[in-house]
């Protein structure tokens, strides 16, 4: 029997939406994670300090009784972003980035920013204080392919940018491409990258051959077979420019299975026994803690967690429900399409 024991792992890119939403899904991610990089797209965004340190309490109310989980808070800039409420989000302590959304980019993003020089005080401030910037990294340009949104967003937004600032921290949230990853791979230190555990799993036929398979829709969509791999080498590279960031994005499946249905895929469940079968494949378990438990708190300048992980391979597969339910509807987990034999124990 093969044991796995870890640093307790983190999530740096986590959906935990709000209300009956996020009593239902905020178990899944506190059973495994000691904490998480809590994205701000609610209806309406968490804007300012004072929503952030709301919206923390709200999730701390909707904590089990007994988990440690520490949310950590992130601002959702807008061209009416205020430098000084910025400043005062990082100087408290709660808030440990800011999430750029170009309007339009993906599930409650309109009030995402269409200019970027309008942001230019806060983006300048960031970097005079060293509060990471979170991306997500697609234009929204109509006449550019979904699957061309990240490499474009690369070359004409992060690029000039970063040539513009470059003193400011960026993460680049969810990468989807080889572009992307071998983008982090060649920035300097201040430049990071989060992989999705479904993005190491699932390339676009998994979406789109043999019938239309919405619980693997997410943005930025899955690519072509290449980038997947691409993706794998990375994680699994122990760079500690990489670290996990499951992009857990919860929608009730009759959102889901829609005519036009949201984008997300629900990982919080299952992300650590899919890892360890991931990164098994790749001969690299040993590099898991640093994608999982060591890589992200190094690059937010945070300790890393006290307690552990263990995980066991066994001959029965891993067991989990098809969904969760929670008061807003059921929501699917995400299915690997394939066993997996690594439990978490303890
Ligand atoms: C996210 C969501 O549903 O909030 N969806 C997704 O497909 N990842 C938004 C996002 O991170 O793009
Ligand atoms: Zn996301």
């Not at 490499?151 to 993460?171: H, K, N, S, Y």
Request: proline share 8%.
């Amino acid at each position: 029997m093969e044991q796995l024991t870890l640093r307790r792992p983190d999530d740096w890119h986590l959906h935990l939406r709000d209300g009956a939403m996020l009593r239902a899904v905020l178990p899944e991610t506190a059973r495994h994670f000691a904490r998480a990089i809590v994205m701000p797209n609610l209806v309406p965004p968490v804007v300012t300090l004072a929503d952030a340190m709301a919206y923390r309490d709200r999730i701390l109310a909707a904590l089990p009784a007994g988990a440690a989980f520490d949310p950590l808070m992130t601002l959702y800039l807008t061209e009416g972003t205020d430098p000084a409420d910025v400043a005062a989000a990082a100087a408290s302590g709660v808030v440990k980035a800011v999430k750029l959304y170009p309007a339009g980019a993906t599930t409650n993003s309109a009030s995402g920013v269409r200019d970027l020089t309008k942001v230019m005080p806060v983006l300048e401030k960031m970097a005079e204080i060293g509060l990471p910037l979170c991306t997500h990294g697609e234009v929204t340009t109509p006449e550019v392919d979904i699957f061309d949104r990240e490499a474009v967003f690369i070359d004409t937004v992060l690029a000039p940018l970063r040539r513009r600032l470059p003193e400011l921290r960026v993460v680049m949230e969810h990468i989807t491409t080889e572009e992307g990853a071998a983008y982090a791979a060649e920035a300097g230190d201040g430049l990071a990258a989060t992989i999705t555990t479904h993005h190491l799993i699932i390339n676009r036929n998994h979406i789109l051959a043999g019938g239309i398979r919405p619980h693997y829709y997410c943005l930025p969509v899955a690519k072509r077979e290449k980038h997947r791999l691409a993706l794998r080498r990375a994680a699994t590279s122990g760079n500690p420019r990489y670290f996990l960031g499951t992009d857990s994005a919860p929608h009730v499946d009759a959102l889901k299975e829609h005519a036009c249905g949201c984008a997300g895929c629900f990982t919080a469940t299952n992300t650590m026994p899919l890892l360890a079968h991931v990164f098994e494949q790749e001969a690299a378990l040993d590099r898991l803690e640093a994608f999982a438990s060591l890589n992200g708190p190094a690059f937010y300048r945070l300790p890393v967690n006290e307690g552990t992980i263990r995980l066991e391979k066994r001959p029965d597969p891993c067991v989990w429900p098809e969904k969760i339910l929670s008061e807003a509807g059921p929501v699917t987990i995400f299915n690997p399409g394939f066993p997996v034999h690594w439990h978490v124990v303890a």
